[in-house]
């Protein structure tokens, strides 16, 4: 467990989109005036200060900024309604707390979609994981938990203590459910780990 890199997964980013492509290729090379259709693009940056414009040398620090950088340029007239509207996103990872909400007024056309692509393809992550480290899993010491647990794997069960790193609160676990559990779910090296549960397939009694 220690050389793994252990996330817990918290947040499932959400949009609602109405005629807004979202892609992933390479876009051409342009802006505002020689672009196909008069086009505009704007730019994000995960390590861009607070304060930019959406330029390519002065990009936006999130998502939010950009859809508000829209939003303003349709208002002040400087993006007409005919214009396709590209964001490009620059590589990283792009840490959330909350949904990227997008809403009717978001939207483009047919002819001129608002559409949101990575720079370079394969580059842009969008989490709204925690990292959790190694070193925070710590063996059973509770004696009122070891108790409950079989004596085969009670020096093996781990546990962390995610307020220490989370402060949002979770719902509880119900003690009977079908289906997926409610977050928080857990992740080792990419992978989903199932929670715990009794009977398991291949028990005698199983139950489910």
């Given at each position: 467990m220690k050389n793994k890199n252990v996330n817990l997964f918290m947040l499932a980013?959400?949009?609602?989109?109405?005629?807004?492509l979202l892609a992933n290729e390479e876009p051409s090379e342009g802006s505002l005036g020689n672009r196909p259709k008069d086009s505009v693009t704007f730019?994000?940056?995960v390590d861009a200060n607070g304060d930019g414009n959406g330029t390519s040398?002065?990009?936006?620090?999130?998502?939010?900024?950009?859809?508000d950088g829209i939003r303003a340029a349709r208002k002040s007239c400087r993006l007409r309604s005919d214009?396709?509207?590209?964001?490009?996103?620059?590589?990283?990872?792009y840490r959330r707390s909350s949904s990227f909400q997008l809403s009717a007024e978001d939207s483009g056309t047919a002819g001129a979609p608002v559409v949101y692509r990575a720079t370079k393809p394969g580059s842009v992550r969008i989490r709204g994981s925690v990292a959790l480290s190694p070193s925070a899993f710590t063996s059973v010491s509770d004696d009122a938990i070891r108790s409950r647990l079989d004596d085969a794997v009670r020096d093996d069960i781990l546990v962390c203590d995610i307020s220490e790193s989370v402060s949002a609160p979770f719902a509880s676990f119900k003690t009977s459910f079908r289906g997926v559990p409610v977050a928080p779910w857990l992740y080792v090296?990419?992978?989903?780990?199932p929670l715990a549960r009794w009977p398991n397939l291949g028990t005698p009694e199983q139950g489910w």
């Open positions: 980013v959400t949009a609602f989109t109405s005629s807004i730019y994000v940056a040398s002065d990009p936006f620090q999130s998502l939010e900024q950009a859809r214009q396709p509207v590209t964001v490009r996103i620059g590589p990283g990872v090296n990419h992978h989903p780990k």
